[in-house]
């Protein structure tokens, strides 16, 4: 049987793909990987379909043992002397994540998929809700689907690894923009990654934004990549496993690409939001 087992999970590891679009009416979230353009690549590189599952490892140390014959990828946050290309695992073999030197996620693909039970057409792990397959821990055996097709021999990798430092990223208008006082003050500071972030989304610190209407907000729907202001002036930047709705109002938008280099800031980092070119 095609398998591998985790010998150690690191800080965080999660099974992710492309999430559980279209169920918001019923009160469940997309999810899917932080950094989807990263967990594509992974796939890609394996030669997967773009929908099948992966891992995805938060700050590195995981260890994975293959059971059988593999071939395998990383992506994302570099932390494993082969990034960015397949290599073959074989059988009672070993991959280890270091700690990455930048980025927070780093994606393992396996050719021909995690093959874990699905849960409503997905095999993510969403955090906020606790759908999809328990967060990963030592011993667990994770299944391996069939391969399909031949592996790339050449191909490149279009994905930058993520930055370290300051990162800037084009903001929209949101639908309670106008519910602040200056709203130029969202690109006009700079925003420090707080450690209380995480898959729901990025807490940032920085001077607080004032509003300019202290009304009550009827809850409205939440997407990936909004920044909704609480009332503490500290905006969060929804990432991969938002709430289905929220009632604090939304200053913008995150340009939906670049919510995937968001996905890979830590705490400590700094940033910043320009205008996006309408």
């Known amino acids: 049987m095609r398998t591998l087992t985790v010998l150690a999970p690191g ?36 030669g997967n379909a773009p929908d099948a599952a992966v891992l995805e490892a938060t700050l590195g140390g995981l260890v994975l043992r293959a059971d059988a014959d593999l071939v395998v990828t990383t992506t994302g946050a570099r ?11 074989r059988a009672g073999r070993e991959l280890r994540l270091g700690r990455p030197d930048a980025g927070l996620r780093t994606y393992v693909a396996v050719r021909g998929g995690v093959a874990v039970e699905p849960v409503l057409g997905s095999r993510s792990t969403d955090l906020l809700s606790g759908l999809g397959p328990p967060v990963l821990l030592a011993g667990a055996v994770l299944p391996v689907g069939s391969a399909a097709g031949p592996v790339p021999g050449v191909d490149v990798a279009p994905v930058p690894d993520p930055p370290g430092g300051e990162v800037t990223v084009r903001v929209l208008p949101g639908p309670r923009a106008d519910w602040f006082a200056d709203p130029a003050a969202l690109t006009g500071t700079a925003w420090e990654v707080t450690g209380e972030s995480n898959r729901i989304g990025l807490r940032l610190a920085g001077v607080p934004l004032e509003r300019s209407r202290t009304g009550e907000l009827p ?13 503490s002036g500290q905006p ?26 968001c996905g890979q800031l830590r705490p400590g980092q700094t940033l910043r939001f320009r205008a996006a070119a309408r």
């Not at 932390?79 to 695992?89: E, M, Y």
């Not at 990549?225 to 009332?231: D, F, H, I, K, N």
């Not at 969060?236 to 280099?261: K, Q, S």
């Open 11 to 46: 800080p965080l590891t999660t099974v992710q793909d492309r999430g559980r679009p279209g169920q918001g009416a019923l009160g469940i979230g997309r999810s899917g990987a932080c950094d989807r353009a990263a967990a594509a690549l992974a796939n890609r590189l394996v």
């Open 79 to 89: 932390c494993s002397a082969v990034h960015n290309a397949p290599l073959t695992l």
């Open 219 to 231: 809850s409205e729907g939440m997407v990936r990549g909004a920044l909704q202001v609480p009332p």
């Open 236 to 261: 969060v930047l929804f990432l991969a496993d938002p709430p289905v709705t929220g009632g604090y109002p939304v200053i913008g938008y995150v340009a939906d690409d670049d919510v995937d280099c």
